[in-house]
DNA sequence: GATGAATGAGGCTTCATTCAT
DNA sequence: CATGAATGAAGCCTCATTCAT
């Protein structure tokens, strides 16, 4: 074995002065996106050059590219950032659906109770700006998208072994999953985008939820 | 009264050959707007050049700003035929929704086995291509979208008075609505643009019919 | 002699319909002429489309090429015009300039009390659209500026025979002519385009033909 | 106070390097004026493409838009920096106008003798290529001849305050003012542009500010 | 690592002019 | 003669990306 490989296997012994250099590159790092997230939501992705982008996060746009490798890649990064949240707050709680489905109507509160009025800009950038820019992002939405729709998938696969029931085609539950989805982003898209309507979205995701369920019990058998 | 006035009067009885060159005019127009409506989906809206559109559709680029004041505005075009062809032929399905039913199930089928396979470009323009390009065009996607959800809107109002039913909530039909267009939305781009199972989406479109008829009776109580 | 160069020389008897064609095409050409005039004046001659003056003088593109060889002669004929008047207003007045300046005087009253006031556009074409339009254009302007030049020039060789002075240098007449035009567009540029003072022009041109005849007095002696 | 602080408040000590790019900087901006001043005087603004612009400069078209705003501004640029040149050789001169008006003789003999045969370039662009060149241009160009006018204005009023004078009228001072200007534009124009008479600028100039000596005297009483 | 001046390809759009009807 | 649709060259400008300091 070589050093080189033994250096990288063991943790890094960081000196003081790398640790911090560490912390300082993340957080230069987190300031870009964020610079990246407000303007692509605000001005629109193409709009929003990458000059732009740096005078908002008060860094040079050499460093922009230091960081990221295009504008794309900036877009990119973003997506995993939101496609990752959206899971995190999604994941638990569709875990723990089971035959009484409450974790599917738990969901449904997360997202458009939690996750939609705490995170407009997100919701922009995933059903807005990143749409049509292009194979490289749109691999990385389906990707996202895919993921989620599994997430759900399995949800309701669970439900439905639980209650003993069978799904009506092969595709059941993949298309129930994806409708879901497709609900939630145009409900999101319309209440929060094209008109803001934050105070009814509880009600909203309410109605939605209960649309869902029985759109599975029907599903179900 | 003279001649001329009584002429002028009733409709101009056009001559032949102005007849011909309204003819050639509206030719030329649909040219135009196929050769847009290819590139468009193929290539993206923003990759699409003008100069690319012109050369497809045999025209000078001046041809185009003659017939339409810019870029914007023949996806502005494309969006409005597209719009209108959508409601035209779910419409009648969507009128005929009563007690049973049946209308839904109807307007379902006819959007995932007819308009999906034979328009894919219109379903990437519509859901992929004119997402996120500006306030002009974003509103009329806001009133293409609108619109078609009222139709459902008043379907779902309709089959609810049938039944003697009620909604959940003030909500309800609009989030219903609303969420059956993003259903269609998603698994269309799912099914048609992310992965090509058109021979599936005989089977994709029952089950979301399904799940929809389903989430309304949920809801309709 | 042939017979063509006959018809040529004798005035052609024209027919009824003939005097009428000529007339209309006359008409046509003052209704081109104007509507140029006015759009070179109110918008510049660079913003003023082809296209639009068409609109303006409601006839269609092809007619202004029919009457007009192009863009350029458009303002150069404009220009010729403008020229023609200018002469004809100012020519008699200086004819009659002699001993006691009152010639002089009484161009520069027509100047600003009666062109200024009445034909701003003239001024605005003139003095600022013909401007640095291209070398055909300039020699045009160079040619009107001449001869209003020379005919200001002759009226002060014949005051100064008149008094039995001498000029102070072999310059001295074509630089007070070519003064006066200076001083005459400047003052109408600053008080009319500018500024709209027309109720002080009066004023403005006693002024200016004092500060002339005082000049003058001194340059011939 | 910490040392930063202190620092901060007095003037920043620029490094060398930072002191070379400054000179750097400086120096690309005048290269790229210099580029525009002769095209714009020998092919006309029009004419003189912001490419052709970039060319002669040996820069790219985008470095000519990260110096200059668009191509207006770069010709706006021009202007100031002609206003800036003229005040700054009449200035002193008409400041010396008093009882003998030898100041005014003085300024007359810079701009014939001095300015024109030296900067013909500025004569054009002041005085042809920025004529009617929409209405940002033209602000511009009447703040520089209100400035000039003004400065001559004064001197005049000087003038007529030691000779114990008054004016004929309430406008005469500016009228003759402007007049002035007028009257050396279209002799700079007439005898530089139009045909190069540079050789007898100089009889033409003491010819000029006798005539206006002249008319100042008539309306000084 | 950070900077920001420089690049230049490429896009959209305008508009004077032509010519078949 | 009149029309007006069609042309296409040419211009201005943007902006993602690079690289010497």
Known sequence: ???KKDRRETTPPLSKSALRRQREREQRLETILGAAQTLFAADGYHKA???KIADTAEVSVGTLYFYFKNKEDLLVKLLGQIGFDLRNMLGSAFKNADLSLAGIR???RIFFEDFCPNHPENIAIFFR???GQGEVVEAHRKKIFDKLID???QALMRVCENQGGRFQSDLSAE???TSIMGMFERLAYHNLIWQDRSAELKT???DAIDFII???ERLVR
């Open 1 to 3: 074995m070589s050093k």
């Open 49 to 51: 050059s990458m000059e």
């Open 106 to 108: 738990e969901a449904g």
């Open 129 to 131: 700006e990143s749409v």
């Open 151 to 153: 997430d759900v998938c």
């Open 175 to 177: 298309v129930m999953a």
């Open 204 to 206: 909203i995701g309410q």
């Open 214 to 216: 029985g759109g599975i």
